[in-house]
Protein backbone atom coordinates (compact mmCIF):
# COMPACT_ATOMS: atom_id res chain seq x y z
CA UNK A 1 0.00 0.00 0.00
CA UNK A 2 1.29 3.39 -0.85
CA UNK A 3 1.51 5.97 1.52
CA UNK A 4 1.01 10.34 1.47
CA UNK A 5 1.28 12.18 3.98
CA UNK A 6 -0.54 15.40 3.33
CA UNK A 7 0.85 18.88 5.56
CA UNK A 8 -2.43 20.48 5.97
CA UNK A 9 -2.14 24.41 6.87
CA UNK A 10 -5.50 24.33 9.08
CA UNK A 11 -8.56 22.24 9.96
CA UNK A 12 -10.17 23.11 6.60
CA UNK A 13 -7.92 21.40 4.74
CA UNK A 14 -7.54 18.41 6.75
CA UNK A 15 -11.69 18.04 6.75
CA UNK A 16 -11.64 18.13 2.92
CA UNK A 17 -8.49 15.53 2.45
CA UNK A 18 -10.74 13.23 5.14
CA UNK A 19 -14.04 13.90 3.31
CA UNK A 20 -12.62 14.16 -0.51
CA UNK A 21 -9.88 12.39 -0.88
CA UNK A 22 -9.59 9.47 1.75
CA UNK A 23 -12.55 7.22 0.05
CA UNK A 24 -11.22 8.24 -3.26
CA UNK A 25 -7.57 6.97 -2.74
CA UNK A 26 -8.04 4.10 -0.21
CA UNK A 27 -10.22 2.27 -3.01
CA UNK A 28 -6.83 2.74 -5.14
CA UNK A 29 -4.87 0.68 -2.34
CA UNK A 30 -3.37 4.57 -1.26
CA UNK A 31 -3.41 5.24 2.61
CA UNK A 32 -3.20 9.24 3.55
CA UNK A 33 -2.30 10.75 6.44
CA UNK A 34 -3.22 14.39 7.10
CA UNK A 35 -0.92 16.06 9.43
CA UNK A 36 -1.27 19.65 10.04
CA UNK A 37 1.24 22.49 10.13
CA UNK A 38 3.41 22.09 13.46
CA UNK A 39 3.89 25.62 15.07
CA UNK A 40 1.25 27.16 13.21
CA UNK A 41 -1.96 27.22 15.41
CA UNK A 42 -3.86 26.92 11.83
CA UNK A 43 -2.58 29.10 9.41
CA UNK A 44 0.67 29.20 7.07
CA UNK A 45 4.30 29.00 8.99
CA UNK A 46 7.89 30.31 7.58
CA UNK A 47 9.29 27.78 4.81
CA UNK A 48 12.08 26.53 7.20
CA UNK A 49 9.70 25.19 9.93
CA UNK A 50 7.87 23.97 6.84
CA UNK A 51 10.40 22.52 5.14
CA UNK A 52 11.77 20.04 8.16
CA UNK A 53 8.38 18.93 8.90
CA UNK A 54 8.63 17.52 4.81
CA UNK A 55 11.81 16.07 5.78
CA UNK A 56 11.30 15.07 8.77
CA UNK A 57 8.35 13.05 7.04
CA UNK A 58 10.70 12.09 4.57
CA UNK A 59 13.54 10.71 6.93
CA UNK A 60 11.10 8.32 8.80
CA UNK A 61 9.69 6.67 6.14
CA UNK A 62 11.63 7.53 2.46
CA UNK A 63 9.00 5.60 0.25
CA UNK A 64 5.90 7.81 1.67
CA UNK A 65 5.29 10.68 -0.54
CA UNK A 66 4.89 14.41 0.89
CA UNK A 67 2.92 16.87 -0.09
CA UNK A 68 1.41 20.25 1.13
CA UNK A 69 -2.11 21.86 1.09
CA UNK A 70 -1.65 25.42 1.90
CA UNK A 71 -3.13 28.16 0.52
CA UNK A 72 -0.80 30.61 -1.43
CA UNK A 73 -2.42 33.62 -1.07
CA UNK A 74 -1.43 34.38 2.36
CA UNK A 75 2.34 33.86 1.23
CA UNK A 76 4.09 37.24 2.67
CA UNK A 77 7.99 37.87 1.79
CA UNK A 78 8.15 37.07 6.03
CA UNK A 79 7.93 33.50 5.15
CA UNK A 80 10.83 33.19 3.23
CA UNK A 81 9.53 30.26 1.04
CA UNK A 82 11.90 29.35 -1.91
CA UNK A 83 11.27 31.37 -4.85
CA UNK A 84 8.60 33.47 -3.09
CA UNK A 85 10.49 36.64 -4.57
CA UNK A 86 11.26 35.96 -8.42
CA UNK A 87 7.55 34.27 -8.66
CA UNK A 88 6.13 38.16 -8.45
CA UNK A 89 6.93 38.64 -11.52
CA UNK A 90 5.04 35.85 -13.22
CA UNK A 91 1.57 36.56 -14.08
CA UNK A 92 -0.06 33.49 -15.06
CA UNK A 93 -1.38 32.03 -11.69
CA UNK A 94 -0.29 28.44 -13.02
CA UNK A 95 3.24 29.05 -14.32
CA UNK A 96 4.00 30.80 -11.17
CA UNK A 97 2.49 27.99 -8.78
CA UNK A 98 4.49 25.42 -10.38
CA UNK A 99 7.45 27.56 -10.03
CA UNK A 100 6.86 27.78 -6.18
CA UNK A 101 5.85 24.43 -5.83
CA UNK A 102 9.58 23.18 -8.00
CA UNK A 103 11.85 25.52 -5.78
CA UNK A 104 10.08 23.90 -2.62
CA UNK A 105 10.82 20.92 -4.03
CA UNK A 106 14.62 21.35 -4.97
CA UNK A 107 15.11 23.09 -1.54
CA UNK A 108 13.58 19.44 0.26
CA UNK A 109 15.84 17.66 -2.25
CA UNK A 110 18.95 19.46 -1.83
CA UNK A 111 18.70 19.27 2.27
CA UNK A 112 17.47 15.27 2.07
CA UNK A 113 20.01 14.60 -0.14
CA UNK A 114 22.98 15.82 1.71
CA UNK A 115 21.86 14.09 5.20
Known amino acids: MKRIIIICEGPTEQEFCKDVLYSFLSSKEIY ?38 IDFYGLKDKHQFPGWIPSKTIQ ?24
Open 32 to 69: IQTPLIKKSGGGIVRWPILKQQIENHLLQDPTAFVTTF
Open 92 to 115: NKSHKMGFLESEMKASVQQNINEI
